[in-house]
């Protein structure tokens, strides 16, 4: 039996956080070991904590190895347990965090690029792990056959419009803002960078010299790209759909102000916290899911789909290729071609028994593969 120390300190992003951090802590419990669950973030309400051992503490997205007491000490190595920052995104949105000095901090990354990126550019950080989330619990009653199904494609997430890119881009000064845009055409048009990649071959080309380990504080500094070719790509595979009158429904903030042809086809969801759109997920037949930037990782969307019956419509990474069997477990897409992406998805749809003997052979799978007891498992494994 372990000890375990789990942080709730971010409500963003539909709730999804706290979700993820309340099945960890009950798939803890239900293995038998002890975990306490902690909301506060201020230095002075850590203090019950203060040299109490744990075998683990976990934070997502965490800022907590900023925090320093009135001395200058760092809060997190005053309680006798390793941290790990489990991070949701890709390193670079918390350099700051990840270049702390406290002595015992470890990071969890959803994709193995990101582990890469943490283990060449933060030596500070005392390990680096590859754990994909795990999959939300189903209810196996209320999944029902693909052709009682009556919502036919589903894409949860956010609309990022183009004014709202261009009010952050606004932020910087007009000669990183050309730099910006250049970066992010590069990953639009080359949808198989990471940023990482992207920078390296623009400073290449620039004829600048190697950045070196000043690498992470530049993507971090340049992170809107990041983001930007992601909400591009996003609205491009969107876009496709619908254009070539492909009904698609969305959940998700914003999707009322995207602007397109055939937008008559989209159907608008209101947004929902993380676990109510989950349950959207009974009655879709396919979940689409797009993953620009994540080459190497696997999309939380994905596990999903099959845990609740579906069928996840995906382009591929290089851990999916590894694990599922397109056409079998999954349908794959190429961002290279997503021209090719309507006929895919209507010939599935017109395809009923097809498109349920994916979904079973992916709910087998999942069920093996992508339990939250599984990934505790692989945690609690590699603790020292």
Not at 50 to 75: C, N, R, V, W
Not at 145 to 173: H, M, Q, W
Not at 217 to 235: E, H, K, P, Q, S
Request: net charge negative.
């Amino acid at each position: 039996m372990k000890r375990f120390l789990l942080f709730y300190t971010k409500s963003i992003c539909y709730n999804s956080m706290y979700a993820f951090i309340n099945s960890m802590v009950k798939t803890l419990r239900k293995m038998g070991h002890v975990c306490e669950t902690c909301t506060a973030t201020r230095p002075k309400d850590l203090e019950i904590y203060f040299g109490q051992h744990y075998d683990a503490m976990l934070d997502i997205d965490s800022t907590l190895p900023l925090l320093k007491d009135e001395a200058g000490e760092y809060i997190l190595d005053k309680i006798d347990a390793p941290f790990y920052n489990y991070l949701l995104d890709h390193p670079l949105y918390y350099h700051t965090p990840l270049e702390s000095g406290m002595k015992r901090q470890n990071v969890l990354c959803l994709d193995q690029d990101h582990v890469r990126f943490v283990g060449n550019y933060y030596p500070n950080v005392n390990s680096v792990m590859f754990l994909p989330l795990g999959m939300m619990s189903y209810d196996e009653e209320l999944i029902r056959p693909i052709k009682e199904r009556k919502t036919g494609i589903l894409f949860t997430g956010t609309y990022t419009s183009e004014a709202a890119f261009y009010k952050r881009l606004n932020n910087f000064i007009p000669e990183v803002q050309k730099e910006i845009i250049e970066l992010l055409m590069m990953m639009v048009y080359n949808p198989d960078y990471t940023v990482e990649k992207a920078i390296t071959s623009y400073i290449m080309k620039k004829g600048y010299n190697d950045p070196g380990d000043k690498m992470a504080m530049i993507c971090n500094r340049y992170y809107l790209v990041d983001m930007g070719a992601a909400a591009a790509i996003r609205a491009k595979v969107v876009r496709t759909l619908l254009a070539n009158g492909v009904d698609v429904t969305v959940c998700g903030h914003d999707w009322n102000k995207m602007e397109c042809k055939g937008k008559e086809h989209m159907h608008i969801i209101p947004e929902k916290n993380y676990m109510e759109a989950v349950e959207l997920a009974y009655t879709s037949k396919i979940l689409l899911n797009v993953m620009p930037g994540f080459k190497a990782g696997i999309h939380d969307r994905i596990p999903t789909a099959m845990g609740h019956g579906a069928v996840s419509c995906s382009d591929g990474t290089e851990y999916l290729d590894k694990v599922l069997t397109p056409g079998k477990h999954y349908i794959k897409y190429d961002l290279f071609s997503t021209k090719a992406l309507p006929d895919i998805i209507t010939d599935k749809l017109d395809h009923t028994a097809e498109l349920q003997d994916i979904a079973d052979y992916g709910h087998e799978l999942a069920g093996n593969l992508f339990t939250w007891e599984k990934r505790m498992e692989e945690w609690i494994e590699s603790l020292p």
